[in-house]
């Protein structure tokens, strides 16, 4: 299953949301996470189940979608949300990762 | 809370073996599904399989004849072994609780395939 991610890189204003999205080949369900990346560090897992936050993740972080299409939702942008953006499947092995989108400060 | 610390050697040749090991402290081996998933610099992520306590273990079908991954119980670690290495297996390996979604992760270790 190929994971698709739009887009590339998205830059936006501290404050403002952002919306990212994540499309699959073909129908994963629900079982899809989210993850985030900063420069030099291992991935954290923000979102499983495709909405559903991980221990300790803020409420500002949402996801939603189901079959192909995906979106995770950042409500107002902290400065420490600036980072890259991964969705993931595991509805059938090998679970893969989308490409990856850049989040910058505008 | 689980703690993993991946370790072994930066730099492999070209055609032989990678081999790491991942220390998990703060949790047992036998209490959680384990993986191994690596990244190319610059590039995204790649799931290289999983592995239980039980003995099951999954490879990547794309690494899959190349690929083991162990525990060792007494040790509270796993391990990767990669064979017949090439450029393209440079990159950071890392370890991770789970096997649908991974919630800890080590910090990760670059490895470099270079003659």
């Known amino acids: 299953i190929v994971m698709t991610q739009s887009p590339a890189t998205l830059s936006v204003s501290p404050g403002e949301r952002a919306t990212l999205s994540c499309r699959a080949s073909q129908s994963v369900s629900s079982n899809l996470a989210w993850y985030q990346q900063k420069p030099g560090q291992a991935p954290r897992l923000l979102i499983y189940g495709a909405s559903a936050r991980a221990t300790g993740i803020p409420a500002r972080f949402s996801g939603s979608g189901s079959g192909t299409e995906f979106t995770l939702t950042i409500s107002s942008l902290q400065s420490e949300d600036f980072a890259i953006y991964y969705c993931q499947h595991y509805n059938n092995w090998p679970y893969t990762f989308g490409q990856g989108t850049k989040l910058e400060i505008k | 809370q689980v703690q993993l610390q991946e370790s072994g050697p930066g730099l492999v040749k070209p055609s032989e073996t990678l081999s790491l090991t991942c220390a998990v402290s703060?949790?047992?081996?036998?209490?959680?599904?384990w993986s191994w998933i690596r990244q190319p610099p610059g590039k995204g992520l790649e799931c290289i399989g999983y592995?239980?306590?039980?003995?099951?273990?999954i490879y990547n079908p794309s690494l899959k004849s190349r690929v083991t991954i162990s525990l060792d119980t007494s040790k509270n670690q796993l391990s990767l072994r990669l064979n017949s290495v090439t450029a393209a297996d440079t990159a950071v390996y890392y370890c991770?609780?789970?096997?649908?979604?991974?919630?800890?992760w080590g910090q990760g270790t670059l490895v470099t395939v270079s003659s």
């Open positions: 703060g949790g047992s081996v036998t209490s959680s599904y």
């Open positions: 592995i239980y306590y039980t003995g099951i273990t």
């Open positions: 991770a609780s789970g096997y649908e979604n991974f919630d800890f």
